[in-house]
């Protein structure tokens, strides 16, 4: 098959724990030998890890616009899974993705990573909310301000799909668990562990005592590592079918959910396994202090609920096999894992 018959396909972020898990499943996609993968990696030491993959692995970051704007420039899809603040980087490559849509009379695709954050409401742990939002319940999503966490991205994400020259459409993952064990992990190139739980993990075994965000009664949804990979496939499946198997743009909002549960009861069952490995000094997590949630979190974050419903993702045909079993279930080896790694 000659390059001009390919699918064309630019990634960010493939050496983190989302990227990674999303490259990998590219690379496992019946189509993978349709495809042409070009991924971007800070470090040099992983090109030639990446090359033997079959992608096209080039140095750079976020940082070089140019260089975003240039590959996006030259792709049929784009997946950006780096860093999902950075107004800059997202403007970057959706200026690539016009000037290829001005080239070629072909309207590329964005999918865009962001996260269920953007909902966030900080109730320092005290109170779980009533407010549920769905994916399909666009004008709930609309009354989030821009000051959110990702929604200014958002913004500029959606705005492009309205232009014409792009269809975007943007994952939301939610709290996402479990270790990733994908054939990058295997070779060293890709980063295993999510943040929010392993963070809690991380402080706990610092301060030798699982600890807690106020009351521990805020809310969050979660998702399986796995699952959110298939979520990027699923859209990636559809957008590629065409522009009305699944909504982009204004309609263009994916979360990546298959449960909910209460903050302080992954504080609790931390406490009760650090205690049980005689790390903690009580099975019981004590409230964690303003300086100790600045140290450790960089402030009460933690401590805020977000309600998500997956139910547009679900609509295209995502079906994720994880339920909440499994993350209760993914607590103990990710302590131990994390313990190994601090005890070095």
Same mark, same amino acid.
């Given at each position: 098959?000659?390059?001009?018959?390919?699918?064309?396909?630019?990634?960010?972020?493939?050496?983190?724990?989302?990227?990674?898990?999303?490259?990998?499943?590219?690379?496992?996609?019946?189509?993978?030998?349709?495809?042409?993968?070009?991924?971007? $990696?800070?470090?040099?030491?992983?090109v030639v890890l990446l090359n033997n993959?079959?992608?096209?692995?080039?140095?750079?970051?976020?940082?070089?616009?140019?260089?975003?704007?240039?590959?996006?420039?030259?792709?049929?899809?784009?997946?950006?899974?780096?860093?999902?603040?950075?107004?800059?980087?997202?403007?970057?490559?959706?200026?690539?993705?016009?000037?290829?849509?001005?080239?070629?009379?072909?309207?590329?695709?964005?999918?865009?990573?962001?996260?269920?954050?953007?909902?966030?409401?900080?109730?320092?742990?005290?109170?779980?909310?009533?407010?549920?939002?769905?994916?399909?319940?666009?004008?709930?999503?609309? $009354?989030?301000?821009?000051?959110?966490?990702?929604?200014?991205?958002?913004?500029?994400?959606?705005?492009?799909?309205?232009?014409?020259?792009?269809?975007?459409?943007?994952?939301?993952?939610?709290?996402?668990?479990?270790?990733?064990?994908?054939?990058?992990?295997?070779?060293?190139?890709?980063?295993?562990?999510?943040?929010?739980?392993?963070?809690?993990?991380?402080?706990?075994?610092?301060?030798?005592?699982?600890?807690?965000?106020?009351?521990?009664?805020?809310?969050?949804?979660?998702?399986?590592?796995?699952?959110?990979?298939?979520?990027?496939? $699923?859209?990636?499946?559809?957008?590629?079918?065409?522009?009305?198997?699944?909504?982009?743009?204004?309609?263009?909002?994916?979360?990546?959910?298959?449960?909910?549960?209460?903050?302080?009861?992954?504080?609790?069952?931390?406490?009760?396994?650090?205690?049980?490995?005689?790390?903690?000094?009580?099975?019981?997590?004590?409230?964690? $202090?303003?300086?100790?949630?600045q140290k450790y979190?960089?402030?009460?974050?933690?401590?805020?609920?977000?309600?998500?419903?997956?139910?547009?993702?679900?609509?295209?045909?995502?079906?994720?096999?994880?339920?909440?079993?499994?993350?209760?279930?993914?607590?103990?080896?990710?302590?131990?894992?994390?313990?190994?790694?601090?005890?070095?």
């Amino acid at each position: 098959m000659s390059t001009s018959e390919k699918t064309l396909i630019f990634i960010t972020g493939v050496t983190g724990y989302i990227g990674g898990s999303v490259l990998s499943a590219l690379l496992s996609h019946p189509r993978v030998k349709s495809f042409q993968i070009t991924v971007l $990696t800070r470090s040099p030491e992983k090109v030639v890890l990446l090359n033997n993959l079959g992608v096209v692995a080039v140095v750079g970051s976020n940082q070089d616009l140019g260089n975003l704007t240039e590959y996006a420039r030259n792709s049929d899809v784009v997946f950006a899974c780096a860093d999902s603040d950075d107004l800059q980087a997202a403007k970057a490559i959706l200026l690539g993705l016009k000037k290829r849509y001005d080239e070629t009379g072909k309207v590329p695709i964005l999918i865009h990573t962001s996260g269920t954050g953007v909902l966030a409401e900080n109730a320092a742990g005290d109170y779980a909310t009533d407010k549920v939002y769905s994916d399909l319940d666009i004008p709930l999503i609309e $009354t989030l301000p821009k000051t959110q966490p990702h929604r200014e991205v958002d913004i500029e994400v959606v705005a492009a799909d309205e232009k014409g020259y792009v269809r975007t459409y943007i994952v939301l993952p939610s709290t996402i668990y479990g270790i990733a064990n994908t054939s990058l992990v295997k070779l060293g190139i890709q980063n295993p562990y999510s943040i929010q739980i392993p963070s809690l993990i991380k402080a706990s075994i610092d301060r030798k005592q699982g600890g807690v965000v106020g009351k521990g009664l805020n809310l969050w949804p979660n998702v399986h590592i796995d699952d959110i990979a298939s979520l990027y496939i $699923t859209i990636f499946d559809a957008a590629i079918r065409g522009p009305g198997e699944a909504g982009h743009g204004r309609e263009g909002f994916y979360f990546g959910e298959n449960g909910e549960h209460r903050v302080g009861r992954i504080s609790e069952v931390i406490a009760e396994l650090l205690f049980a490995a005689k790390i903690g000094k009580s099975a019981e997590p004590t409230v964690f $202090t303003e300086d100790e949630l600045q140290k450790y979190f960089g402030g009460p974050g933690l401590g805020s609920n977000s309600r998500a419903r997956a139910d547009r993702s679900k609509l295209i045909g995502w079906k994720p096999v994880h339920s909440i079993d499994s993350l209760w279930a993914s607590l103990k080896p990710e302590i131990e894992a994390i313990a190994e790694i601090q005890n070095k």
